[in-house]
């Protein structure tokens, strides 16, 4: 079992940047792939960034590339995710979610967290 719990959400203007965090509790977090979603207000939930259990390997939405950063620290069961550049259309509830290693990238997640809310002004 892996318990997810994601912060560092908040008000930014068009252009600036944040950075989420996500800990994940239990001692087999090095073993999990893990990924950050986002939903917006009346849409379905997207995909976001990805990043191997090894830390070695990502992979990111096209709407992100060159902008956002996905990255993880083991040792502190953390992962996490620097937005840069950030645009109106990036305002979502971002959550964090976790699966043990497997195939690549992954296509089903088995933990999810609760979500921060990202809010950019333009």
């Known amino acids: 079992q892996v318990q997810l719990v994601e912060s560092g959400g908040g008000l930014v203007q068009a252009g600036g940047s944040l950075r989420l965090s996500c800990a994940a509790s239990?001692?087999?977090?090095?073993?999990?792939?893990m990924g950050w979603f986002r939903q917006a207000s009346g849409k379905e939930r997207e995909f976001v960034a990805a990043?191997?259990?090894?830390?070695?390997?990502?992979y990111y939405a096209d709407s992100v590339k060159g902008r956002f950063t996905i990255s993880r620290d083991n040792a502190r069961n953390t992962v996490y995710l620097q937005m840069n550049s950030l645009k109106p259309e990036d305002t979502a509830v971002y959550s964090c979610?976790?699966?043990?290693?497997?195939?690549?990238?992954?296509?089903?997640?088995?933990?999810w967290g609760q979500g921060t809310q990202v809010t950019v002004s333009s």
């Open positions: 979610a976790a699966v043990r290693y497997g195939s690549w990238p992954p296509t089903k997640y088995d933990y």
């Open positions: 239990g001692r087999t977090f090095s073993s999990y792939n």
């Open positions: 990043i191997a259990w090894t830390g070695g390997t990502k």
